[in-house]
Nanobody, 124 residues
Framework: QVQLVESGGGLVQAGGSLRLSCAASGRTFSDYAMGWFRQSPGKEREFVASISRSGGYTYYTDSVKGRFTISRDNAKNTLYLQMNSLKAEDTAVYYC?????????????????WGKGTLVTVSS
């Protein structure tokens, strides 16, 4: 079992920045590719970004490329999402996810563990 706890959400003005964190506990953090998903009101949960087990490979959905950066610190068992130039359409609950051994497992929704989410609200 892996427990994932997100933090760092909040209210920010459009154009601002937030940094989300996801603290992992339980099994070995570096065994899992990790990612972030989000869900806006009335919409399905969508993929945002993923990162390989070592942190050497990352992948983003087109709408956040150049604005968001995913990273991880395996020594601290923590996943991050730096969000810059935030837009109103980024408003959502953001979820941390642990996949399998490859980064592709995140992108294609093959998720082993989910966090409970943290709310990001961007005011225009």
């Amino acid at each position: 079992q892996v427990q994932l706890v997100e933090s760092g959400g909040g209210l920010v003005q459009a154009g601002g920045s937030l940094r989300l964190s996801c603290a992992a506990s339980g099994r070995t953090f570096s065994d899992y590719a990790m990612g972030w998903f989000r869900q806006s009101p009335g919409k399905e949960r969508e993929f945002v970004a993923s990162i390989s087990r070592s942190g050497g490979y990352t992948y983003y959905t087109d709408s956040v490329k150049g604005r968001f950066t995913i990273s991880r610190d395996n020594a601290k068992n923590t996943l991050y999402l730096q969000m810059n130039s935030l837009k109103a359409e980024d408003t959502a609950v953001y979820y941390c996810a642990a996949g399998g051994q490859t980064i592709a497992t995140i992108r294609y929704g093959d998720i082993s563990y989910w966090g409970k989410g943290t709310l990001v609200t961007v005011s225009s």
